[in-house]
């Protein structure tokens, strides 16, 4: 039986603020006291303190919403909208973490990108950086935009993807050949006997399927100019429309072995060491306002509460496909060469 999101969205908005701040806090400590002494100290310290934040989210997928997925997190990066900062906790540690947050702009964002590269050329780690070339998350009203500009300008027409836009992905090929020795394409589909997963289904702790095809691409395979890059990302996705649609005919990518790579013990560990330290938290504070008039412990109890509920309304809507920014495609314009919003569909490794 399905549980009311709103009977758990309080308790881990709860153990998500409290280990929020205290994992922001530490980030901000370390940006100031550490970083300007060792880049390098700073950034393997960061990775084990973020990952106590992360796992929060790898464990309410994986034993809450028990969402069977393949997935990774470690030295996670990603490119993405300037506008993700500003998430409470999740963006402030991006932006600790050194992802890189873009305007839209291209004429701002090609050096930002171009600084962003350069700062991981001394990453003392392997790291994943993730891209989403089609620029936006998918929906049907973005597709039909799309089709629409396909069949103009006499392209193939996209049934169950966007049209890439390469500029971004040119600009990271081009600054990073030199010590990224791969790119895995990773294709996300879901059976069509499953509904998607969605922030609001995973609070109630209803499962899903996900199912990811990844492909590896050496470097060395990709071309060396950047009009032959952006072709070679076109094909790509064309290749992975028609896997898309062998996907919902079939339901399996093909005939390679499906991979189940359970669920990580480490994220569990780390949710039930933060609830621990949460229901102390709460136990003192209880101890507190008892000697508190009443009126003001009712005050803080029900700004708190409003606090954990906002902060909650936003992520979800943050997760939702219907608050991503529309596709806007005119017949004049190219989408292959427009600005890029990566996110996640292109990922450049250095494992």
Not at 1 to 21: D, E, T
Not at 68 to 81: E, P, V
Not at 154 to 181: D, E, H, Q
Request: a positive charge; proline letters at 6%.
């Amino acid at each position: 039986m399905a549980i009311p999101a709103a009977l758990v969205v309080v308790p881990i908005g709860m153990l998500f603020i409290l280990s929020g701040l205290i994992v922001n806090s530490i980030q901000a400590v370390l940006f100031i006291l550490v970083r300007p002494a060792s880049k390098r100290v700073y950034r393997r310290i960061n990775k084990i303190i973020v990952e106590l934040l992360w796992l929060e989210l790898i464990w309410l997928i994986d034993w809450w919403a028990c969402i069977k997925r393949k997935g990774c997190l470690g030295s996670t990066l990603a490119i993405i909208k300037k506008e993700a900062k500003h998430l409470p906790f999740i963006g402030w540690s991006m932006w600790f973490s050194e992802y890189v947050f873009l305007e839209r702009r291209w004429n701002k964002d090609e050096q930002t990108l171009k600084s962003g590269f350069k700062r991981l050329v001394d990453f003392p780690m392997p790291f994943w950086l993730a891209l989403y070339v089609e620029g936006t998350r998918f929906t049907e009203a973005k597709l039909l935009a799309a089709q629409e500009y396909a069949l103009s300008r006499g392209l193939p027409i996209p049934r169950n993807v966007l049209i890439p836009r390469t500029k971004g992905f040119v600009s990271a090929v081009n600054n990073m050949r030199s010590f990224v020795p791969a790119i895995y394409d990773c294709t996300v589909a879901v059976p069509k006997s499953q509904p998607p997963p969605t922030m609001v289904r995973m609070f109630r702790g209803q499962p899903s399927v996900v199912n990811v095809e990844i492909r590896r691409h050496s470097m060395e395979e990709l071309p060396k100019t950047a009009d032959g890059i952006a072709q070679w990302c076109k094909d790509v996705f064309v290749t992975k429309d028609a896997l898309l649609e062998k996907y919902l005919s079939r339901d399996t990518f093909g005939l390679q072995e499906r991979q189940d790579i359970g669920r990580p013990k480490k994220s569990l560990f780390v949710v039930v060491s933060w609830s621990c330290l949460l229901i102390f938290i709460l136990v003192k504070l209880f101890q507190w306002t008892s000697i508190l008039a009443s009126w003001a412990a009712i005050a803080f109890s029900a700004f708190f509460l409003l606090l954990v509920v906002g902060v909650m309304q936003i992520l979800i809507q943050s997760s939702e496909s219907e608050h991503s920014t529309p596709l806007k495609i005119t017949p004049h314009q190219d989408p292959t060469t427009e600005r890029l919003l990566p996110i996640s569909v292109k990922t450049l490794t250095t494992s």
